[in-house]
DNA sequence: GTCTATAAGGAGATAGAC
DNA sequence: GTCTATCTCCTTATAGAC
């Protein structure tokens, strides 16, 4: 895997203060996080190919140039913004090494887990499963996706070997299958949607139970 | 639904012949058809906007003023190829129309079916299912693609009211998890794979009874 | 921190010779 | 049908005043 620079953290504290207009109307606050907030949103939108710094500037309110003061350049905010998504999702990873128990049962809980990053990360996210593999950044963003997905394979070649999960199909084709239906999430789910916090045990339950209902 | 003009058929005629050097050797054959899968290729590989004219016409091995001969511009190959992915899904519905039967058993017909096409129209489906929504060409394929995401929808919801589906989950957010684990497949599926006949009946599968093995 | 102005290059697309 | 040359606009990014 290629070595890609250190990531800037959207979670730190800002570098800069919150601006206000002698009128005390709202301007944006222009710290990373919050430009990072703004240009993800963007680059979702339209696709970060079709973004251009303008529209980026536009969207945090100030000029193209103040905008460059603030950040490095394109690459970088999307390099922060896959960093954070692979966190996100690798942070479950870490979790489910703390556990054990059969291999299902973890199944179940990393799956879970997913669909709650995917929406609570859900911009970051969303740029993560849309990446090309254009620059080194895009490159090491798949690599390190793929490598989760191996992960999640692995758990369910498992399960297969301890009968816990059907045989019918072959193990890798169900746990393709089993990521693309939890990642077609980011397709639909916004955030504040009523009832979200059910989601994640329903998603663990379609791909338990399939959409038979049980006899 | 915003009108959008003819067209090109990719699937017409020559309207070039096949040129070959004095020596023999192989050169691309220019026809519409032919330009449209290279360029197809190319814009999956790197994304539609990361895609220039040039690297269209390199990939084809002209110069960029001889593409444009063939070539009204890039969004009319997108066009072309994102009606050549509605025709294929569309055309599925309409088979659908002829049969009656439980709607269960209707559901998993067009299941499988959009699998066929997912994996024989591949490049073109892929294109479609990564639109962003940014001409009003790409607004058109978006709204066709909602048009037929609502009709599995409304079969779901049939099939629920029924009592042959499930009705643990709301029927939306198993219409919209089927139609994700079904999409899924362009993210690995590659042709040539050997046993691909049979991927249609296990995604049913997988789909109708989960990851779960039956009692 | 923000701005105007601009550099340097790539994009889609066309003109016109052969 | 293919090519070289070119147009015009947009892109990322920087310089330097305030």
């Not at 959207?10 to 570098?15: D, L, Q, S, V």
């Not at 002698?22 to 973004?51: C, I, K």
């Not at 100030?62 to 896959?82: D, M, Q």
């Amino acid at each position: 895997m290629s070595a890609v620079p250190e990531p800037m953290d959207a979670t730190a504290a800002p570098r800069t203060r919150p601006v206000r207009g002698a009128a005390g109307e709202r301007r944006p606050v222009y710290d990373a996080a919050s430009l990072l907030a703004v240009s993800v949103a963007e680059f979702n939108a339209r696709g970060y190919d079709a973004t251009s710094m303008e529209d980026l500037s536009r969207a945090a309110g100030i000029t193209k140039s103040s905008f460059y003061h603030h950040v490095r350049g394109k690459e970088e905010l999307l390099r922060a913004a896959l960093a954070r998504a692979l966190d996100g999702l690798f942070g479950i990873l870490e979790e489910s090494q703390a556990q054990n128990g059969p291999a299902l049962t973890r199944l179940q809980h990393i799956i879970g887990r997913q669909v709650e990053v995917l929406t609570s990360e859900l911009p970051y996210v969303t740029l993560l499963l849309r990446v090309r593999g254009n620059t080194e950044t895009e490159r090491w963003a798949l690599a390190r996706r793929r490598a989760f997905d191996a992960s999640i394979a692995s758990l369910v070649a498992e399960a297969v070997a301890d009968g816990e999960v059907s045989a019918e199909i072959e193990p890798w084709l169900a746990a393709r299958l089993l990521s693309g239906t939890v990642n077609s999430i980011i397709e639909w789910y916004r955030p504040g949607r009523p009832g979200a916090d059910q989601l994640p045990a329903q998603v663990v339950w379609m791909v338990r139970e399939g959409i038979i209902p049980p006899a």
